[in-house]
């Protein structure tokens, strides 16, 4: 695609993304709910945004559909008044949703084995009926504009333009970068083309690219991005990224993910894996008449978090410092 048709692409999406980001007065009441109140708290939804990071590792999806996962998620929250004890179910819901629009129907999880994994007490049924809601309320279709749309627009006009150091500017790296700010609600405030140019600049500042930086001045006056709103969010950016900052800078680790459970998890697992040679074992599962017409409290029916034991791209500079120092009994291990 030559460069006037990625700029009118820019523009169309630059011109549509209002539609698709949470209402900031939603966003505004959950910062401003406490735990102890009967509603979502912004320290109940990063955590499950965690969570979410934590699944799409596990079942090697892409980063679309993280972020779509959690706009999906923000949207809703921001719309809907929800218990604390139906997040999980919401939280899923998106999840499954986003892998159906983004993932090859050939690597997409069942649905038994998503809730299964995500340690959830609901059934499928439960499931099914909380993603036609979401996508009733949201009017969702098949697609919506993220800061990732912008970060791959962005990435390939910088290529296209430049032939100063293509090498360095890593497009996985500013995607990790990305997922490190959505686990925080705060960046769902941002507009999702101002967000993605925060990322996008800091990365080309660190690489200390002069072609690059002119480049990305070029698509701030483009788009007729103020400078004091580019500003705070980069401000923002950095605060953020330097809370995940590690001695050494490196990629992301896509290997396949172990999963090492604690006794009494993997009582209530079914194995992935079965051996031939031995009798089967009769393993237990959750009772789905527990369930049937409505979700678990995710606070009190014992699920834990996944958020404690991010693997493969959550590790090195790009994941939170304080989840990478926390002890659990439950983790996953690259």
Same mark, same amino acid.
């Given at each position: ?107 997409? @999880? ?23 809601? *979401? ?101 923002? *950016? ?26 009494? @998890? ?67 291990? @690259?």
């Amino acid at each position: 695609m030559d460069a006037f048709k990625l700029m009118k692409e820019l523009r169309l999406n630059y011109e549509q993304e209002v539609f698709y980001q949470p209402k900031e007065a939603g966003l505004s009441l959950i910062e401003s709910t406490t735990q102890d109140d009967s509603r979502i708290s912004a320290k109940c939804r990063d955590a499950k945004v965690e969570d979410l990071w934590s699944l799409t590792s596990f079942f090697g999806y892409r980063t679309q559909t993280f972020v779509l996962a959690v706009n999906l998620l923000d949207r809703f929250l921001a719309m809907m008044r929800i218990q604390p004890k139906h997040l999980s179910c919401v939280s899923l819901s998106c999840l499954d949703m986003a892998a159906r629009v983004t993932e090859d129907e050939c690597n997409l @999880t069942p649905t038994e084995e998503l809730i299964r994994i995500g340690q959830c007490r609901f059934t499928v049924s439960d499931l099914s009926r909380m993603e036609k809601i *979401v996508a009733e309320k949201l009017n969702f279709k098949s697609k919506a504009i993220t800061a990732l749309t912008f970060l791959h627009l962005y990435h390939r006009i910088a290529l296209s333009h430049s032939t100063d150091r293509k090498e360095s500017l890593s497009l996985e790296k500013l995607e990790a970068q990305l997922k490190a700010c959505l686990c925080r609600i705060s960046f769902s405030k941002a507009k999702p083309s101002v967000l993605a140019l925060s990322l996008l600049r800091q990365e080309i500042e660190a690489i200390q690219s002069e072609d690059m930086l002119e480049i990305a001045y070029h698509i701030q006056r483009h788009l007729k991005i103020a400078d004091g709103e580019l500003l705070l969010w980069s401000d923002r *950016v950095a605060q953020c990224l330097s809370d995940y900052a590690s001695p050494e800078c490196s990629k992301p680790n896509h290997r396949k993910l172990q999963w090492i459970v604690s006794r009494r @998890t993997a009582q209530n697992l079914h194995s992935y894996r079965s051996v031939p040679e031995l009798p089967t074992i009769p393993e237990g599962c959750w009772d789905e008449s527990e369930s049937e017409d409505s979700c678990e409290d995710a606070m009190s029916s014992g699920e834990e978090s996944l958020s404690s034991s991010l693997g493969s791209d959550a590790e090195g500079p790009f994941f939170p410092l304080h989840l990478r120092r926390q002890k659990h009994r439950q983790y996953l291990h @690259t």
